[in-house]
């Protein structure tokens, strides 16, 4: 068998909301961000709601893609149902198979099968909660920079979220729902193809409210992408300029994958260095 394992790569996807414009909608929105019955039924006067906090951070999410293909062959013995008892022998392609009468009149002969699976699959995990959300898959389309040294990432007035798993820990679940044993007598290919492992930093603006007439804190967050608004957000406070750890989040090696290959004598091509986004 052998295993080939993409290049890592790290990208920072260029907002399209600015800073200032994220300002400018959060104070648009602060009577939004204590909800609708605030809003309408205990109607804060403009003035009674100050923005105490805001922050820009870079979320991550992962987007890992996996390529197996299995070619292979093997005997099967079929049994063929014939038209009646009367039905002693049957001639096909010039070949001569005697009817066994046990049962269902029928005659057998071994055949061999030609087997292809080809699979690809993809998935697209939020770096924090760990959730696959394939709706990420919308963000490669916005313009992006290939992140060169992910240790050196610190991107000027914002906080970047380290994830919280690993790459390892993500392609060996995704190996395990597509590695396979196939019954087969003679393989003639077999192989497994991380395609795309790929580290992605979105921008996320939060905005912290107070209502100190009412002793109540809220945050609001807008999507730097899509300029999406979302209540009942999260305010980080992360340290500024956080130094991610390379080995730490692309740590997949041989020993990734070898826990789900049976045997010895595979064939693992391993590929670390950062290259240009194709």
Not at 159 to 171: I, K, T, Y
Request: net charge neutral.
């Amino acid at each position: 068998m052998e295993i080939k394992l993409a290049n890592e790569r790290a990208f920072v996807i260029t907002e399209r909301v600015t800073w200032e414009q994220a300002k400018e909608r959060a104070w648009d929105k602060k009577g939004d961000a204590f909800g609708t019955f605030s809003k309408f039924l205990l109607r804060p006067r403009g003035e009674e709601i100050q923005i105490t906090y805001m922050e820009k951070r870079y979320e991550p999410f992962w987007h890992i893609a996996c390529h197996t293909r299995y070619e292979y062959q093997r005997n099967r013995r079929y049994n063929v149902p014939v038209s009646g008892s009367e039905v002693k022998r049957v001639t096909i392609n010039d070949l001569s198979f005697g009817v066994d009468q046990t049962g269902s009149p029928h005659i057998a002969f071994t055949g061999t099968e030609h087997c292809l699976e080809d699979t690809t699959k993809e998935i697209f995990i939020h770096g924090i909660t760990g959730q696959e959300m394939p709706e990420l898959k919308s963000y490669l389309q916005y313009a992006m920079t290939q992140i060169t040294d992910i240790t050196q990432f610190a991107p000027e007035n914002a906080m970047v979220v380290p994830p919280e798993q690993r790459a390892s820990f993500l392609v060996r679940n995704l190996l395990g729902t597509m590695m396979k044993a196939v019954q087969a007598d003679k393989i003639l290919e077999e192989s497994v193809e991380i395609q795309n492992l790929d580290l992605y930093y979105s921008p996320i603006y939060a905005f912290e409210y107070n209502w100190a007439a009412k002793s109540k804190t809220a945050v609001t967050e807008f999507n730097g992408l899509t300029g999406e608004l979302r209540a009942n957000g999260k305010a980080m406070r992360l340290q500024l300029g956080k130094v991610l750890n390379r080995d730490l989040l692309f740590d997949v090696g041989a020993e990734t994958v070898s826990l789900f290959v049976p045997g010895g004598g595979i064939a693992v091509k391993i590929v670390q260095n950062l290259t240009s986004k194709s």
